[in-house]
Nanobody, 121 residues
Framework: VQLQASGGGLVQAGGSLRLSCAAS????????MGWYRQAPGKQRELVAT???????NYADSVKGRFTISRDNAKNTVYLQMNSLKPEDTDVYYC????????????????WGQGTLVTVSS
């Protein structure tokens, strides 16, 4: 299974970006999907998650500005980021809790390669 993230870039404060992350491979089912971010020398932190049933969870720092959504038919999760601030500058990683079919159904956790978001002041 691979997660391919895209959509990062450079934007001015107050601007918007939309991140996408598509999962592909031997997928039987995707449970929760989410976005995390990490600055150099810091721990990776949760940004937002969405369950297979659409239950949402956001970090307090992004509530009201970021929106997570998913397209189950495309195995894709999105992160719409509005009113961006310089402190949102980070590498953003997508994550998926996936049921794969190996010799048996197996639950696995996958990460995308990371996409850099830079917000200038």
């Amino acid at each position: 299974v691979q997660l391919q993230a895209s959509g990062g870039g450079l934007v001015q404060a107050g601007g918007s970006l939309r991140l996408s992350c598509a999962a592909s491979g031997n997928i039987r089912r995707i449970n929760a999907m989410g976005w995390y971010r990490q600055a150099p020398g810091k721990q990776r932190e949760l940004v937002a998650t969405i369950s297979s049933g659409g239950e949402l969870n956001y970090a307090d720092s992004v509530k009201g500005r970021f929106t997570i959504s998913r397209d189950n038919a495309k195995n894709t999760v999105y992160l719409q980021m509005n009113s961006l601030k310089p402190e949102d500058t980070d590498v953003y990683y997508c994550n998926a809790d996936v049921i794969v079919e190996l010799s048996a159904l197996t639950r696995m956790d996958y990460w995308g390669q990371g996409t850099l978001v830079t917000v200038s002041s």
